[in-house]
């Protein structure tokens, strides 16, 4: 098991002020979201496998690497769908899961109600997008599905962690590497985070909680 990767990185911190902020807009929310994603994407890939392969210039022969397939993202809908293009942009190769959990709000337990997954789920590099670990549950939920459906080659981006959620999902998943961008201080009654960003499906597409 490997700890957690908590980014603290200035330029997102930068946008994770804007995005925190109670009155943002869910037009910027979505933006920041999508901005913060792609400035996390090197982190989520660094270890990613690669080929050899051979390119020719306008020189000569160059030996270099590509990206080994298959890559499969998954959002967990709905807020993790607002990190998907920020990710799809800079991994445009990537198939893309779907996996529709809700957190009952009074058992705090995921509800599933979708799972779409393509093919080559033993195969592939699997990321796991959610903008919020909370309790864990979620996320622990995904895994565990995904897990059931054959993927073998897991890890899991969010932007937001409690210390709750990270030592469920790393109890639950500890072979699942987690990064976040940054770690906040607990949980409240609701299970929301704080300081937290609120409810952030609700933020993202602009439905009221
Ligand atoms: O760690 P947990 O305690 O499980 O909480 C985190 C989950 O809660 C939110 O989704 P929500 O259930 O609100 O669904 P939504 O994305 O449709 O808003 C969030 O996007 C995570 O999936
Ligand atoms: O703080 C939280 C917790 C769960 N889901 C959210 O969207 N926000
Ligand atoms: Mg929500």
């Known amino acids: 098991m490997s700890a957690p990767q908590i980014l603290n990185h200035p330029v997102i911190d930068d946008y994770m002020a804007k995005l925190r902020y109670k009155e943002c807009s869910p037009e910027d929310f979505r933006r ?39 890559l499969i993202l998954c959002p967990i809908l709905r807020a993790g769908l607002g990190l998907l293009d920020g990710f799809l942009t800079l991994l445009p190769q990537a198939s893309v899961a ?4 809700a957190r009952n709000e009074e ?15 033993s195969e592939a590099e699997v990321i796991v997008l959610d903008p919020m670990l909370a309790t864990g549950g979620s996320a622990s939920e995904a895994i565990s599905e995904l897990k059931k ?9 969010c932007i937001v962690a ?7 999902l790393q109890s639950n998943h500890p072979d699942v590497p987690i990064l976040a961008a940054n ?4 949980l409240n ?21």
């Open 32 to 70: 920041f979201v999508r901005q913060i994603a792609m400035l996390m994407v090197p982190y989520a890939t660094s270890n990613l496998p690669t080929r050899s392969c051979s390119v020719d210039t306008p020189l000569e022969t160059a030996s270099t690497r590509v990206l080994d397939e298959p």
């Open 98 to 101: 779907h996996i529709g959990l």
């Open 107 to 121: 058992t705090l337990t995921p509800e599933p109600y979708y799972f779409n997954c393509p093919s080559r789920l």
């Open 149 to 157: 459906h054959g993927a073998k080659k897991l890890r899991f981006v």
């Open 162 to 168: 409690a210390p709750e959620g990270l030592d469920t």
């Open 183 to 186: 770690l906040d201080r607990g």
């Open 189 to 209: 009654e609701h299970g929301y985070i704080l300081p937290g960003l609120g409810d952030a499906g609700d933020r993202i597409f602009g439905t009221e909680a």
